[in-house]
């Protein structure tokens, strides 16, 4: 009897978190119930009976994360966060899902809703971003922990589906997660058999757990994922139990479970059941609740996650409280790590340049402002996919971060752009203070420009670092050489892109990077040496644009460049007041700064008196219009480079002082 | 002895290869010596005693595709085509290895040098590229072969590294080709050990083979690469006799083979290998001959594929002239096909519409249009990223592609964005005449933007149908509504982007799709119902631009607007006319197709007199200061959108009549 009755106990808590997705979607009209209704099962044994989080605290440090990597399935999450208790989603939000401003919008947005912990949506994300939360919590175990007080001791949960496994973001992710042996992560795997176009059988028919075998992860499969929830738990503590490999359980559900006729087939994935088969399903489930209507006695056994939580957290607290006395020194940075307080005065260690210093490329002053970071900003960590000893990301202070030594602060990620841009954005959405950077050549931002994009979106602070920035990079020809690449990341909102001119430039765009932590940096380097400009300061560039040099009185024209172009201003410049023009060189490292400056400030630097104007940039002019007046108003490049050693590029298409001024002198 | 002297003389043509490789990089002074030298032995093995080819005509239809998906090593390629009796590459061309203008850019660019049939570089594109050669022969044998008459049988080869592998893209499309079982596409994969940032062991410790067994390959391995030669050759022949499996066959090598002081390093993976080193590894491998000197003996061995290609051609010649006798209908098409003529009049089955037809998505236009093409383009082949119905995409004359079933036309791609962008531009490339078309949500084309950009670069008609096309899919949220994606896919040089306003102008972005076989066409469609409008047509559309409606005499203010803007441009005007203004309403579905027009026209249309512009579109303003002279003489989004139903997402962010009027009054 006592097991019938928590039978049914669990079935009224499962069923409950079907029936809140049913009824939500319905409402809305509009919105994923197939996943909730077949994921129930294992969500309901994570939360309830596994998974360590605090309702009334979200941003509790040592949380088990969860990530709902087939995020469509939102309403699955809400469900449980309203169900255990979280403020951040009660059942007038489940009501509102999917409307206006509302806490429940149609994918989990981690800065709309307390609980959620990254924006998914865009599959295969979610599954990335918990490889990242999974190696900043190990890199931070391996810095703090001690033999006697282990501080820092979380899980990362995923549940995803088989959407995310056809994604080849997942692919790159999950490789480099068995790789670094990271055990403990755990992702369960929704195998439901029905991908939107229909069965699997139609595209999808590889053995995934055998990939996942290949790619180092500790391998399980629940058969009975609609009901067997002590396999579902036994599988999870196995998983758990397994400290050097990542776990992969593949738990094998009915998708819209509990619909008579929508059971199992591609349309309950995403569309509303509809009055008639929600009653069916009702039925069918024998549930005689009135739509958001959660039986007691569930909610009762699902709020018991507030005491447990409530005590979880005391209990480590504790533990904080040992760490304090003992390793005050530790729990001090500990402290100053997971409140997100820089170190004080780190930006002194910025290095600054004058115009007799050396002409370095700016992936060189990259390199070696993140080397004078590295010391004081012990939080960074970061590297490149494979082109470390090109984007100059190596951080000297430290070694590589591999299996068992998670210490260190050098992340290898391999040829995995699109992979390192998830896991970057995990790693700074662990919320822990880690500051990440992920590094490849410019032109492939295009390989994980949905990460980038969702860094923008999710307030996640990444770094990126893309040195060889324009056809100047040479011999490698179009397939490398950026030219609409540049623009096209302007143009994606909350996303800083500066294109640094110099040393001090490339200081100022760390800074600007560093210092913002709920927007993304995108810094753009070149691979060619470049001069450093007497008017440049870190500043200076950190105002997006500014005057780098002037003639007396009102200019005549105003040359704008930027990175590599603002030198050439300055030798075109030169040569036209020679000739007895009043120029100005503005240089513009970042548009979307410069914008934010107060009119006064803006007007000082490009007059509307002037409108002569001349933009010089490497890339395409697409867009240049905005403080140029028209696009012709640019030395740019409109097509696509070609393979010739740099310096033989940059002239054929018209990017020299001859050029420059011929340009200017038209104007 | 006979045994001896043939391996010398393999020994000749394999080092032939590597010096070539070698000295071109020297002279370069820039180059990627490391692939070639290592996989100079399969290579030569495929080249010289296992594919199809013919060096006089790289265009022969039934030639083996050879891909390098690891095109940084291009001057393997180079110099296959060179000593293999290619026109296309003298040596001459191979001593302007990466020079300007040469036929032997720093990648391989189909467009540069006849016989290269992609542009590979970004890595894991060229497998994937393989993969929808291999689609395209299958398709093609499926429809064309007779029992008695197999006009097209051709093997695709790739040779990839470590590099590919890494990469989501390749596991996506490898994946697909697995559950397709295309057993004509065979894989080399150079298992050197050593990526860019060092050993493998640093970022890539997974078990290929197991991976690719898990999708469902052949799997082999030869473990003696840089001498086994028989070996590889077995293994080759043992994928060839797999018909119902694509098969990987793992090729341990040394990198670099030969350099006494770099081989097995990652230093010769991507610089030259200084003088000395050349000089060392002349020694070493006891190579007597000056640079770019090729042994007579090894040259003339290797020529022996002129002769053998002419015989294959003829052959295959006599082939196609029974073909013609028995099926001179198949053979007409065939050679339709194959020249890439399109059938006469196809064209006169693009629907048209008056306003007083139905407002319809002009995602449903799109699946109208497709299916009215479908029977009359019979070479029309694509599908959807697993969103069939969403984007509908399907063509209702025919079935799924899946294994055994190579005659259909509807390509089932699964959640796999990336690859499906590679593999249509690997369809395009057999240049057969298939047409490809790739289908998602707009804002996924984040997800497959480099194969995007690659199509463009390589003269890749695909066709790319993107539904869902802004804040007004609605309830899904921001994860999934574009705002600055319209922008950065104009900014692609060579691609067209398009965004209907109706049927009219559906049926005119596919008449621009389907004519323009060497740059791809995107096509932008909604999610909601659109009004046809009265002044669209086919024709127009094709313009780029044109005048929707207008006033008489000289307008006093343009509205300009794209897609779904344009019929709310329309409602606007009526208000304004209403009020007396003069307002013209300019329609412009295809910025660089108006560029494209002669000046007279584009004034015609957008007169220099009229400055007051307003340009409505539900995307950024980015680079809208083209058309109406100030970015902010727009209704635009330039924050990311929010989850509500469609219609509350448009009115909040201010694309209402109401607001487009006031913003053009305050004008």
């Known amino acids: 009897m006592a097991v019938a009755t928590k039978q049914s106990l669990d079935e009224l808590c499962i069923n409950s978190i079907r029936f809140l997705a049913i009824d939500a979607v319905e409402k809305a009209k509009s919105g994923h119930p197939g996943l909730p209704m077949g994921a129930a099962p294992m969500a309901y044994v994570l939360w309830n009976r596994l998974m360590r989080f605090n309702p009334k605290n979200p941003q509790w440090f040592n949380r088990d994360r969860f990530v709902l990597s087939a995020g469509h399935g939102c309403m699955l999450q809400y469900a449980l966060l309203h169900l255990t208790g979280y403020d951040s989603v009660t059942l007038d939000d489940i009501k509102q899902f999917r409307q206006w401003e509302s806490k429940t919008p149609g994918h989990p947005e981690n800065f709309m809703t307390p609980g959620v912990e990254v924006t998914t949506g865009p599959l295969g994300q979610g599954i990335a971003n918990g490889v990242g939360l999974a190696i900043a919590e190990a890199h931070l175990a391996a810095k703090f922990n001690k033999k006697d007080c282990q501080l820092v001791d979380h899980y990362t949960y995923v549940i995803l589906g088989d959407g995310c496994n056809m994604e080849g973001v997942s692919g790159e992710a999950c490789s480099l997660a068995g790789h670094l042996g990271l055990g403990k992560l755990i992702a369960l795997y929704d195998d439901n058999h029905i991908s939107i176009d229909g069965g699997t059988e139609i595209s999808f028919t590889e053995d995934v757990n055998k990939r996942f075998e290949a790619y180092g992860w500790h391998v399980q499969h629940v058969e009975g994922g609609n009901d067997?929830?002590?396999?579902?738990?036994?599988?999870?503590?196995?998983?758990?139990?397994?400290?050097?490999?990542?776990?992969?359980?593949?738990?094998?559900?009915?998708?819209?479970?509990?619909?008579?006729?929508?059971?199992?087939?591609?349309?309950?994935?995403?569309?509303?059941?509809?009055?008639?088969?929600?009653?069916?399903?009702?039925?069918?489930?024998?549930?005689?609740?009135?739509?958001?209507?959660?039986?007691?006695?569930?909610?009762?056994?699902?709020?018991?996650?507030?005491?447990?939580?409530?005590?979880?957290?005391?209990?480590?607290?504790?533990?904080?409280?040992?760490?304090?006395?003992?390793?005050?020194?530790?729990?001090?940075?500990?402290?100053?790590?997971?409140?997100?307080?820089?170190?004080?005065?780190?930006?002194?260690?910025?290095?600054?340049?004058?115009?007799?210093?050396?002409?370095?490329?700016?992936?060189?002053?990259?390199?070696?402002?993140?080397?004078?970071?590295?010391?004081?900003?012990?939080?960074?960590?970061?590297?490149?996919?494979?082109?470390?000893?090109?984007?100059?990301?190596?951080?000297?202070?430290?070694?590589?971060?591999?299996?068992?030594?998670?210490?260190?602060?050098?992340?290898?990620?391999?040829?995995?752009?699109?992979?390192?841009?998830?896991?970057?954005?995990?790693?700074?959405?662990?919320?822990?203070?880690?500051?990440?950077?992920?590094?490849?050549?410019?032109?492939?931002?295009?390989?994980?420009?949905?990460?980038?994009?969702?860094?923008?979106?999710?307030?996640?602070?990444?770094?990126?670092?893309?040195?060889?920035?324009?056809?100047?990079?040479?011999?490698?020809?179009?397939?490398?050489?950026?030219?609409?690449?540049?623009?096209?990341?302007?143009?994606?909102?909350d996303l800083l892109v500066m294109r640094p001119a110099d040393g001090n430039e490339v200081s100022g765009a760390y800074k600007v990077a560093i210092e913002n932590r709920k927007r993304p940096t995108l810094i753009a380097l070149t691979r060619q040496g470049l001069p450093n400009l007497a008017g440049s300061s870190i500043e200076n560039a950190a105002k997006g644009a500014y005057v780098a040099s002037d003639s007396e009185g009102t200019p005549d024209i105003i040359l704008i460049g930027t990175g590599s172009e603002v030198s050439l201003c300055e030798e075109a410049a030169k040569e036209l007041r020679g000739e007895g023009k009043k120029v100005r060189v503005v240089s513009m490292p970042c548009w979307k700064l410069f914008d934010e400056q107060d009119e006064a400030y803006r007007e000082s630097v490009l007059p509307k008196s002037v409108t002569k104007r001349l933009a010089v940039e490497a890339g395409t002019s697409f867009g240049w219009g905005r403080y140029v007046g028209n696009e012709s108003n640019t030395v740019c490049i409109n097509s696509f480079g070609a393979s010739a050693p740099g310096g033989v590029a940059m002239k054929k298409f018209g990017f020299t002082v001859e050029n420059v001024v011929a340009k200017a002198k038209a104007l």
């Not at 929508?262 to 569309?271: P, S």
């Not at 005391?314 to 402290?335: G, P, R, V």
């Not at 700074?428 to 990460?451: K, Q």
């Not at 969702?454 to 307030?459: R, V």
């Open 228 to 493: 067997d929830l002590d396999g579902i738990q036994k599988a999870i503590e196995a998983a758990k139990a397994v400290t050097d490999k990542p776990s992969f359980i593949k738990i094998t559900t009915t998708i819209g479970y509990g619909s008579p006729k929508k059971a199992g087939t591609a349309g309950v994935h995403g569309a509303a059941l509809g009055g008639d088969e929600v009653e069916a399903t009702r039925k069918n489930l024998g549930w005689e609740y009135e739509p958001f209507v959660v039986p007691e006695e569930a909610l009762k056994h699902f709020r018991e996650a507030v005491e447990r939580g409530a005590s979880l957290e005391a209990e480590w607290n504790q533990t904080l409280a040992t760490y304090k006395t003992k390793y005050s020194a530790d729990a001090a940075e500990f402290e100053r790590y997971t409140s997100g307080t820089l170190p004080e005065g780190w930006e002194k260690a910025l290095p600054t340049y004058s115009p007799s210093d050396k002409a370095l490329a700016t992936r060189k002053n990259s390199e070696l402002t993140l080397n004078a970071l590295a010391p004081v900003i012990p939080e960074l960590i970061g590297g490149s996919a494979d082109l470390t000893h090109s984007n100059l990301t190596f951080l000297k202070v430290s070694e590589s971060f591999l299996k068992g030594k998670y210490e260190n602060r050098n992340l290898r990620f391999g040829v995995r752009e699109h992979g390192m841009g998830a896991i970057c954005n995990g790693i700074a959405l662990h919320n822990s203070g880690l500051i990440p950077y992920g590094a490849t050549f410019l032109v492939f931002t295009d390989y994980m420009r949905a990460a980038i994009r969702l860094s923008a979106l999710s307030e996640a602070g990444s770094i990126w670092v893309m040195t060889h920035d324009s056809i100047a990079l040479g011999e490698d020809g179009p397939t490398h050489q950026p030219v609409e690449t540049v623009a096209s990341l302007r143009a994606i909102p």
